[in-house]
T-cell receptor
Framework: AQSVTQLGSHVSVSEGALVLLRCNYSSSVPPYLFWYVQYPNQGLQLLLKYTSAATLVKGINGFEAEFKKSETSFHLTKPSAHMSDAAEYFCAVRHTGGFKTIFGAGTRLFVKA | GAVVSQHPSWVICKSGTSVKIECRSLDFQATTMFWYRQFPKQSLMLMATSNEGSKATYEQGVEKDKFLINHASLTLSTLTVTSAHPEDSSFYIC???????????FGNGTRLTVT
């Protein structure tokens, strides 16, 4: 069975500081991995995806994530936080050959001025 | 990019009535559509998976007679909450996917309040 664990329900950083949101997955087969962002009362917007190509994936808004099979991790990073990055972030996993996507519990990012 | 339109964005209804939520993929054909429910400050809970022209597959614990899903075409899926009760109040989000390695594309969600 697949699962996703996001470490830290809340992360607070100062504007301009590094953003690191952690995600570990469990999957018996090579997975597809995704990061989504959700703003209040809205749906989810795709930030980036890993689908077995390059292990370092660049996404929108300056975010990137690295797939590390040995650590079963897919942490999301951004070198310099902006106030507009404050939102809820979800890591998700899906095994190849299927569409069912499992989401982590989410991490709320706060950005301090 | 792929766009999913979800309507209405919010709805208030009285207990005992039914509410229909529409989910349309505007610029792609969604082979499969998913319906999620999200409680405040929580993650998305998958309710059901629907494929065009076939019956939806419901997750364990989701009442299929209460949450009726119809996937009439490759671009339209509907969720009807029947005989709504206050405990059905929630944020419902649909999503569609086109092919295997493509991500889910989400609608903007529907805030349902049952009074």
């Amino acid at each position: 069975a697949q699962s996703v664990t996001q470490l830290g329900s809340h992360v607070s950083v100062s504007e301009g500081a590094l953003v690191l949101l952690r995600c570990n997955y469990s999957s018996s087969v090579p997975p597809y991995l995704f990061w989504y962002v959700q703003y209040p009362n809205q749906g989810l917007q795709l930030l980036l995806k890993y689908t077995s190509a390059a292990t370092l994936v660049k996404g929108i808004n300056g975010f990137e994530a690295e797939f590390k099979k040995s650590e079963t991790s897919f942490h999301l990073t951004k070198p310099s936080a902006h106030m507009s990055d404050a939102a809820e972030y979800f890591c998700a996993v899906r095994h190849t050959g299927g569409f069912k996507t499992i989401f982590g519990a989410g991490t709320r990012l706060f950005v301090k001025a | 990019g792929a766009v999913v339109s979800q309507h209405p964005s919010w709805v208030i209804c009285k207990s005992g009535t039914s509410v229909k939520i529409e989910c349309r993929s505007l610029d792609f054909q969604a082979t499969t559509m998913f319906w999620y429910r999200q409680f405040p400050k929580q993650s998305l809970m998958l309710m059901a998976t629907s494929n065009e022209g076939s019956k939806a597959t419901y997750e364990q614990g989701v009442e299929k007679d209460k949450f009726l899903i119809n996937h009439a075409s490759l671009t339209l899926s509907t969720l009807t909450v029947t005989s709504a009760h206050p405990e059905d109040s929630s944020f419902y989000i649909c999503s569609g996917v086109q092919e295997d390695n493509s991500p889910l594309h989400f609608g903007n969600g529907t805030r349902l309040t049952v009074t």
